[in-house]
Structure formats: C-alpha cells, structure tokens
C-alpha cells in the first residue's frame, strides 16, 4: 500500500497560470478532501469528495475545482492563480466518516508558491 | 459555530520534563476527536481518535483524554525525536460540516537534549 501520493511535491507559478494537484490513494477509500495549511491558520477543508461523481464545498473553496471520476483520485484544479494561493496543500482519504468515527490519512503534501 | 482551539501555541520542554497540551472545542454532537502528530515538511501522521467522554489511549510516551469540553495529549518524559507539532482535530456529528474535520492550530513541541 502507498496511501495517499501527492504530486507535484513543489511548484511555482506566475499570477494568472493554471495548474492541477494531483492525490491518488490505493486503500479505497470512499472520502477524500483537500486542505490547505498556512502559517497560523492551521488545516482548512477546500473541497471533499464522498464517493465517485460526489464533490462538496469546505470552508475555503473559492479559487479552487475539483472532481471525482474514480475512486482512487480526487485532484484539486487552480483555474487562475493567485498569491494568496501559496499554501502547503495536503490531500486525505478515509472510509466514509458519515459513517463513523473515521480517521483520515493525509499525503505528504504539494508545496504552492505564486508570484 | 464549530472550533478548536489548543494552546499553548509552543511550548518547550528539557528532555524528561513531562507536560501536557490542551485541545478545548465545541462542536454539533462530538462524533469523534483525533491528535495527528505533524513533522516539519510532512504530512500530519495520524496518533489517536478518542469518541467519548472519559475515554484514554496511550503510545509510547503519549496518553490522551477526554472530556465533554477538551482533551489533553500528555508528554511522559519526553525525548528530542518527539518534538514536532501535535494537531487536534473533532469531527462533527451532525449538521453542514458532519464528517468533516475541524482543526485547531496546533501546539509546536520542542524538545532540549
């Protein structure tokens, strides 16, 4: 089992580019989310996902797209990015925590930085 | 309104000094609480999940409980390798956010040979 696998690990982009943040998990898992890290923010939720062709709004979902058409991938899409779009992106996946008390496990992380 | 909040922020302790963090939150029905454990450029690695009040899990030289309004993750005798930052986070019963994850700001442990 790999987990969860997040690429890329490091980009940079320019104001205006578009780019996609991949997540893929080999445990099938039902749920999968995005979250955003930032100095003294803590974790926020972009985007989840409860299953296939399943997607809901976080907290923080503006700027963001997402889709799921299988199981196993959940990527986060930046249309036009900004610099307030330089984050630590972290991806996680659990059973369905509808369901129960179920822990999520997280990638390693894409680190973001737009100029 | 869901929250976390922990504190200290940081907190530094000698090797073998033991200490507690805190993890106060209010949430719509406590489904369950979680304590991730973060290293610098990781991801957060997954520690314990507690569900009810009075509950208690251990690892190694951390415990973690639970009451209605917080949970503590002590620290017994700690060593260097555990300094990291320890997050907590609960998840919701019920309502808008129900299974999703609400996380505090985490508690930076450092940890002095």
């Known amino acids: 089992n790999a987990g969860v696998t997040q690429t890329p690990k490091f980009q940079v982009l320019k104001t205006g580019q578009s780019m996609t943040l991949q997540c893929a998990q080999d445990?099938?898992?039902?749920?999968m989310s995005w979250y955003r890290q930032d100095p003294g923010m803590g974790l926020r939720l972009i985007h989840y996902s409860v299953g296939a062709g399943i997607t809901d709004q976080g907290e923080v979902p503006n700027g963001y797209n997402v889709s799921r058409s299988t199981t196993e991938d959940f990527p986060l899409r930046l249309l036009s990015a900004a610099p307030s779009q330089t984050s630590v992106y972290f991806c996680a996946s659990s059973y369905d925590p509808r369901e129960g008390q179920e822990t999520q496990y997280f990638g390693p992380g894409t680190r973001l930085l737009v100029l | 309104e869901d929250q976390v909040t922990q504190s200290p922020e940081a907190l530094r302790l000698q090797e073998g000094e033991s200490s507690s963090l805190n993890c106060s939150y209010t949430?719509?029905?406590?489904?369950?609480l979680f304590w991730y454990r973060q290293d610098p450029g990781k991801g957060p690695e997954f520690l314990f999940t507690?569900?009810?009040a009075g509950e208690e899990k251990e690892k190694e030289r951390l415990k973690a409980t639970l009451t209605k309004k917080e949970s503590f993750l002590h620290i017994t005798a700690p060593k260097p390798e555990d300094s990291a930052t320890y997050l907590c986070a609960v998840q919701a019963g019920y309502g808008g956010s129900q299974g999703n994850l609400i996380f505090g700001k985490g508690t930076k442990l450092s940890v002095k040979p």
């Open positions: 949430v719509s029905g406590l489904r369950g």
């Open positions: 445990m099938n898992h039902e749920y």
């Open positions: 507690l569900y009810s």
